[in-house]
């Protein structure tokens, strides 16, 4: 069993910034594709952001563009997402996910791993 842990979340003024972590153990680290994912209460989860291994690339849902960005430390076995404009609409838990090889980077059931969540809230 593959354990995620994100960290990174809280409570902002509109306008601010957080960058959300996510710990990947080391081996499956370096071999996944992974996303980040958000679900608001009483709503579906919805795919955030994405980046692909095999295909050099990364994914964005078009609400966030410009605004979030992923990136990653190698040596640290860590996924970041910089948020930065945050909106009220942003409220969510997020999560991160990874698998081995993901064809659809939008899909939730792509995913094999997932962490816990980190809640981020954002006030107007």
């Known amino acids: 069993q593959v354990q995620l842990a994100e960290s990174g979340g809280g409570l902002v003024q509109a306008g601010a910034s957080l960058r959300l972590s996510c710990v990947v153990p080391g081996r499956t680290f370096h071999l996944s594709d992974m996303g980040w994912f958000r679900q608001a209460p009483g709503k579906e989860r919805e795919f955030v952001a994405a980046?692909?291994?095999?295909?050099?690339?990364?994914y964005y849902r078009d609400s966030v563009k410009g605004r979030f960005t992923i990136s990653s430390d190698n040596a640290k076995n860590t996924w970041y997402l910089q948020m930065s404009g945050l909106k009220p609409d942003d409220t969510a838990v997020y999560y991160c996910?990874?698998?081995?090889?993901?064809?659809?980077?939008?899909?939730?059931?792509?995913?094999?791993?997932w962490g816990r969540g980190t809640q981020v809230t954002v006030s107007s």
């Open positions: 996910a990874v698998a081995t090889e993901v064809r659809r980077p939008q899909l939730p059931y792509e995913y094999e791993y």
């Open positions: 980046f692909s291994r095999s295909g050099g690339r990364t």
